[in-house]
């Protein structure tokens, strides 16, 4: 990781994620019923966790509804959901209100062109590796991990890394 990037990283007080195509692999099943599966990586899920024990705070911003993710947020403690989202930049600007962060301290996950208003806002725009082309030329860094694989938690220790937090929590679990 270059230095640039790491102080980047250093800033961030706020992870941003979209839903489809970051914290799922962008696949939605619906059965006979009608009833919407999504599907999450668990180690996205601890990284999250970890994030939040840390102070590092995680909201959602996505373009979809959906009861699954307000079940999966409220396993994992996220309270800050925006969902069903027209306007991401208009989204941002109500996080910034309620927070009192700056642009520079969030950071943003995402995969597709809606992601892109919010993207270049943040301090930190990110990019899953299966992210569209033009998504990851706009994107400071670039997940090694496909959405819904892994890719937030790479994101995460990226984060609790660059703070300088992670030999704490190597601690925590010897």
Not at 78 to 105: C, H, P, W, Y
Not at 143 to 160: D, Y
Request: hydrophobic share 45%; proline share 2%.
């Amino acid at each position: 990781m270059n230095q640039h990037l790491a102080s980047r990283l250093k800033q961030i007080q706020l992870l941003l994620l979209d839903v489809d195509g970051v914290l799922t692999d962008g696949m939605i099943i619906y059965n006979d019923s009608n009833v919407e599966t999504k599907m999450f990586h668990v180690k996205d899920g601890f990284g999250i966790r970890l994030l939040m024990d840390f102070g590092i705070q995680v909201g959602i911003v996505t373009g979809r509804s959906s009861s699954v993710v307000n079940h999966r947020c409220k396993n994992l403690g996220i309270t800050m959901i925006f969902d069903g989202v027209r306007n991401k930049a208009q989204a941002l600007e109500n996080i910034l209100q309620q927070t009192g962060k700056t642009s520079q301290e969030i950071a943003f996950i995402g995969d597709d062109f809606p992601d892109l208003p919010i993207m270049n806002r943040v301090g930190l725009p990110i990019a899953v590796a299966d992210a569209h082309e033009h998504v990851r030329k706009q994107a400071a860094f670039v997940t090694s991990s496909n959405g819904g694989k892994g890719a937030v938690r790479e994101v995460s220790e990226a984060i609790l890394k660059a703070k300088g937090l992670w030999n704490n929590i190597l601690d925590i679990y010897k």
